[in-house]
């Protein structure tokens, strides 16, 4: 298993499709900082704007500001999920693995910890590099009220609904091999999970399905348990789902 994990992120490293999509990344944050606004996948709340409109891109209010286009984030995690685990289903070269001893559940999970690795990295990319150049830029910017604690739930959240959407799209992947699977499930995704709370609006937690945080949201505590509930509860569902799924093909 420890070989596995070492041979992927030794074969991601070396992926020009990899670099190129980082640097992708890198120019979106960018223009946040300089320009002030970055692109964002699906619908932009009121939360958000209302988050853009109450500080300019300093270092402090990079990381606020960049909390409300995370999408771009999700997005480009899944490009690196599609490098990882879509090629290897795709080409068939995970029976590379499975003839070599490798139990099928052993493959799942070296590369649900790869992937876990890589969720947090990117995130960490993003407001890292988002402070720095907001710092650089426009100097540290002034410190709101309890802003590391609020910063912190922001990032712990948005881990966890990032890795939510990994594991509905790594589900996606097991069962068609098809790396295009995982774009077309994070798209029909954030339309399709915000048709449950507009059938049943009185259903409180069917609001948090779209699986989206931002540093606003962190001023009411319902919020905050809710979406920790809902990404949780996916995380654990697709998962179990997709190692099932894998488990039982017929390869």
Known sequence: MLHTIHADFYRL???KGFWISEIILALNIISGVLLGGTGHVGVETGAKQAVRSASSWTGVGSLINYSSSISMTVLFTLIVVSIILGVELAQ???????TSGISRSGFFFAKATVIVAITLGQLLLSYGLAFVLGTLCHGLGTVPDHFIRNFALTFLLQFLCNLAWVSLTMVALYLTHSIVTTFVTYTLGLVALT????????VEI????????NYALTADKTII??????????ILAFTALGLITFEKQDL
């Open 206 to 213: 069917l609001k948090y399905l779209s699986l989206n945080f």
């Open 225 to 234: 348990q809710n979406t920790a509930i809902v990404a949780v509860g996916f």
């Open 92 to 98: 068939k070269l995970y029976k590379n693995n499975l």
């Open 13 to 15: 490293f070396r992926s």
């Open 195 to 202: 048709v449950p709370a507009a059938i049943f609006p009185k």
